[in-house]
Structures are given as C-alpha cells and as structure tokens.
C-alpha cells in the first residue's frame, strides 16, 4: 500500500483518508510515506466507509482514499466513485479480506486505481508474511515496480521464525483448537518470539521496502491454484451459518446494493460482545474478536498516535464494541458448524 501511495506522489504535508474499523498496517502504512491519516466513520449498519462522511472529510489534501471491503464485504463503490471522481482524488482498495467478492458483477480490486492483498495469519490465503500489489495504470505500475526492484527479502533468521510459525500454525489450529492457539501466539508475540501482525505505532518502521521472502511466494502461488476451492468452501459455510443466524437473535452487518462477498470470515454483532466470548471460548467454538477498536489493536489512549481522535468515528467505535465473526477456512468441519450454531441458538 505505501508503495502505491508513493507512486501516487502521496508524501509529508498530505492527507490519506481510510476508515476507521481497520487494523493499524493500514495507519501505519500511510504514516510511512510522510502523510497523515484522516479517518472517515462506518456506514449506519454496514462495515465499510460511509460515503457521505468520506465526501465531509475530503480537504484540499487529501491526496488519496483506501478503500477497505472488510470481511469481503464489499464497499459502496459506485457511491464512493462518484464522491470522489468529483473531486479528482484517486482510491486504492484493501482487498486483504477478499480475492474474489463482485460489486455489480465485477471483482474488487479493479475498480480504484490499485488494490493490495495480504497473505499473512487469519487471510483468506495464507502464505506466511507478505503481501502483493496490483496497479492498473501502466505509468503508476512501472514506478510501483521500480520500488519493488530496490527492495532486499527478509533475513534468513526472520524466513525460519515465519516458517516455523506456518508450521506450527498449520499442525496446531483447528476450530476447536483456536482459543488454545490464539493465547500460545499472544505469549510468544509478547516474548517477541513470534512475528505478530502488529508493531508499536511510535516505532520506526523498516517493513516498507522488505520484498515477501521467494520461498513464501512460492507457497502463494501453489496456494492459489485452489483459489476457487477456498472461494466454494467459503460461500459453503457461509450459507450453513446464514440460514441458522437468522432464527436467532444475532443481526448480521448490511450489504450493498449489487455486492456478493465471498467473505474472510462470517461477521455478526452482539450488543454483549464480552460474554459472548466468553461462552465461546468455554465451549471451545471459534469466534473472533475483531476489530476490538478503531484502529485494531489500539486501546483508547494509544489512538492519537495515529491521529484517531476518540468520538470522531461514534459508529466505528460502537461497531468494535459489538462485532465477532466466525470461521470459513477449509479447517472447519460440519461438526465445527453445528457447535457453533448450538451455542448461538443457546444464548
Ligand atoms: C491484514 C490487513 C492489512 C495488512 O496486511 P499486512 O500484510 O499485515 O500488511 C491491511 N488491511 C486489512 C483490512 C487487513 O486485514
């Protein structure tokens, strides 16, 4: 992403508008070419960007919008275009939740001026550390690309930690197992013994010319071969998930008009988030937290240091406090299914 924004001359003095509701790589990677985030609400019932607070925060210099379509929901598309081809200002799509999600029969990830993709733990295809970029226009691409040239893989010593983790990782998580494992990899990430996806928003960062290592881009490729098997599983699960949510009390996000995710993961919304969680975990099913706050995983008093003005975003910050989804990996079973859906019809 920041190697798309640079090639878009986005630099110190300028403005990138992403929503709120987003993981701190995305801050962080605004924040590495200079410029400084400007953070736009959720929808009313939706996940993804408002439109009508995008086109309120847009200033003289905003230079550029990320466009997230989080879970793989996609975003209002034709309402954010017309916003801002207004205004001229170009959007690049966060696509890390979805490969294959269609907005009025088109993927997404082709209709802003490029689109990123991260293959990293809890993706849709996970290949380790790393991600891609994908630039339409043919002059932004050859700058994008220049970049890519001057950037070195990571050590040998960052390489074996990833694999081991991969490993690990593939051995050990199961729905069953994910409260086991989520705790193990939030003990070793503290310790600093395994890579987590998060750093210290004051620390400098020297990700944003690291290469993803050969090897793992090895593993991408074979991975996505069986791209449409992920996508297939997915959509699967999802509608066993669908059909029973709905007899309960739980109420799913909105989609947009002419948008068919195929989604990361199931999201749903509980006004009591925290004892949800906690049934889930006494029952050993699977229901993940985020984004617990705007800026995942920033608490309230770390949010400056990202420019996040608390009670600035009010829908995103209530959607953290009610948001959880489920798995739709090729590791969940039809047994994994029914408990979930029993302890959602028990609560
Ligand atoms: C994971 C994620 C990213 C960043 O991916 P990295 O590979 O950690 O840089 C960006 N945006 C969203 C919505 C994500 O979920």
């Known amino acids: 992403m920041a190697a798309i924004l640079r090639a878009l001359g986005v630099g110190p003095g300028d403005e990138v508008a992403t929503q709120a509701f987003t993981c ?33 925060k847009l200033s003289q210099k905003t230079k550029a919008v990320i466009v997230q379509h989080t879970f793989g929901i996609p975003a209002q598309l034709s309402e954010i275009r017309s916003v801002l081809n207004e205004r001229g200002v170009p959007f690049v799509e966060d696509c890390c939740h979805t490969l294959a999600s269609t907005y009025v029969n088109q993927v997404v990830g082709t209709f802003g001026i490029g689109a990123f993709y991260s ?10 550390i790393g991600g891609s970029a994908v630039v339409h226009d043919p002059a932004l691409r050859a700058k994008v690309e220049e970049h ?11 390489l074996l930690k990833v694999n081991l983790q991969y490993w690990a990782f593939e051995r050990m998580y199961r729905p069953s197992t994910y409260w086991k494992v989520r705790a ?30 050969g090897p793992l881009v090895e593993r991408l490729r074979q991975k996505l071969t069986s ?25 799913r996000p909105a989609v947009p008009e002419g948008g068919l995710p195929v989604y990361a993961r199931f999201p749903l919304l509980a006004a009591d988030k925290e004892r949800l969680l906690a049934r889930a975990e006494e029952a050993r099913v699977e229901v993940a937290d985020w984004y ?13 240091a990202v420019g996040l003005e608390p009670g600035s975003c009010p829908r995103a910050e209530k959607l953290s406090d009610e948001i959880v989804s489920l ?10 299914v029914r408990k979930t859906l029993a302890l959602f019809e028990s609560l």
């Open 227 to 251: 791209l449409n098997h992920v996508v297939e599983n997915s959509r699967r699960i999802a509608g066993l998930y669908d059909e029973a949510i709905d007899r309960t009390r739980f109420r």
């Open 24 to 56: 701190l790589a995305v801050p962080e990677g605004i924040r590495a070419t200079g410029a400084t985030p400007v953070y736009v609400d959720t929808e009313e019932q939706g996940v993804n960007l408002c439109p009508r607070d995008l086109s309120a």
């Open 119 to 128: 293959f990293e733990w809890g993706k849709p295809i996970v290949a380790g």
């Open 292 to 304: 617990r706050t705007p800026v995942h995983p920033l608490e309230r008093r770390e949010w400056g």
């Open 148 to 158: 890519w040239e001057s950037c070195h893989g990571p050590s040998w010593k960052s």
């Open 184 to 213: 193990t990899f939030q003990k070793l990430s503290k310790a600093g013994a395994a890579e987590g996806n998060y750093h210290d928003p004051d620390e400098e960062s020297h990700e944003f010319s690291q290469r993803m290592a």
């Open 327 to 336: 798995p739709l990996s090729l590791k969940v079973t039809d047994e994994d």
